[in-house]
């Protein structure tokens, strides 16, 4: 077969999500845990409040790791995107604390580059009553943003797949484009979910 009958393919629009466990994650979620859940018991609406919080200002030793490790997280995601230049930018966090029944709506995160989360503390979910099949108590999902695309399903056809539907692990931290649509399935046992969520806001746009 010569090279012009070879075909050439391309994925266009790819929408790139990073995960990885973090190093010194099962110390620093020791004293992370009873911190945040101490200050969700002393505010109300900490969670809810997201945008009246700025976690990353904290000089508390914890934070300051999670932050070098969140910062490194996203000039890593820059890297794979083959970014010709380094960005600039901040990162805003806030805890959140997901007792029994709580979730997230289905949303995303206007007037950011990028967005994530890190979980301190993700209960078992395998004792959690359900008197339904399709529950995915504990689970983060992520939506195709092509609204159009899985109109086409295709069993096995990955470019079609209209849900990506995940349980993190303590010391996961994840990463996403701000835009792409996300939920949290709701926390069905009584030990809380702990996690920390962050917007990358870039200070200096290059067009």
Same mark, same amino acid.
């Given at each position: 077969?010569?090279? #012009?009958?070879?075909?050439? @393919?391309?994925?266009?629009?790819? &929408?790139? !999500?990073?995960?990885?466990?973090?190093?010194?994650?099962?110390?620093?979620? /020791?004293?992370?845990?009873?911190? #945040?859940?101490?200050?969700? &018991?002393? &505010? $109300?609406? #900490?969670?809810?409040?997201?945008?009246? $919080?700025?976690?990353?200002?904290?000089?508390?030793?914890? %934070?300051?790791? !999670? *932050?070098?490790?969140?910062?490194?997280?996203?000039?890593?995601?820059?890297?794979? !995107?083959?970014?010709?230049?380094?960005?600039?930018?901040?990162? $805003?966090?806030?805890?959140? %604390?997901?007792?029994?029944?709580?979730?997230?709506?289905?949303?995303?995160?206007?007037?950011?580059?990028?967005?994530?989360?890190?979980?301190?503390?993700?209960?078992?979910?395998?004792?959690?009553?359900?008197?339904?099949?399709?529950?995915?108590?504990?689970? %983060?999902?992520? @939506?195709?943003?092509? +609204?159009? /695309?899985?109109?086409?399903?295709?069993?096995?056809?990955?470019?079609?797949? +209209?849900?990506? *539907?995940?349980?993190? =692990?303590?010391?996961? !931290? @994840? #990463?996403?484009?701000? @835009?792409?649509?996300?939920?949290?399935?709701?926390?069905?046992?009584?030990?809380?979910?702990?996690?920390?969520?962050?917007?990358?806001?870039?200070?200096? =746009?290059?067009?």
């Amino acid at each position: 077969m010569t090279d #012009l009958a070879r075909p050439q @393919f391309e994925r266009l629009w790819p &929408t790139l !999500l990073m995960t990885l466990t973090l190093p010194g994650a099962e110390q620093a979620n /020791a004293v992370l845990a009873p911190m #945040l859940l101490a200050e969700d &018991t002393g &505010t $109300q609406d #900490l969670t809810v409040r997201y945008l009246d $919080q700025d976690i990353f200002g904290q000089s508390h030793p914890a %934070i300051g790791w !999670l *932050r070098q490790c969140c910062h490194k997280a996203v000039l890593d995601y820059a890297a794979e !995107l083959n970014m010709s230049y380094r960005p600039e930018f901040d990162i $805003q966090g806030w805890a959140n %604390i997901n007792r029994r029944g709580d979730y997230h709506n289905l949303h995303n995160h206007p007037h950011s580059w990028l967005s994530g989360t890190y979980y301190v503390q993700v209960p078992d979910q395998s004792e959690a009553i359900r008197n339904r099949s399709d529950l995915n108590p504990g689970e %983060i999902s992520f @939506f195709d943003p092509r +609204p159009q /695309a899985n109109m086409n399903a295709v069993r096995d056809d990955g470019q079609f797949n +209209p849900e990506y *539907r995940r349980l993190p =692990k303590p010391g996961e !931290l @994840f #990463l996403w484009p701000s @835009f792409l649509h996300h939920l949290v399935h709701p926390n069905l046992v009584d030990e809380p979910r702990v996690s920390i969520s962050f917007n990358v806001v870039l200070t200096r =746009k290059v067009l």
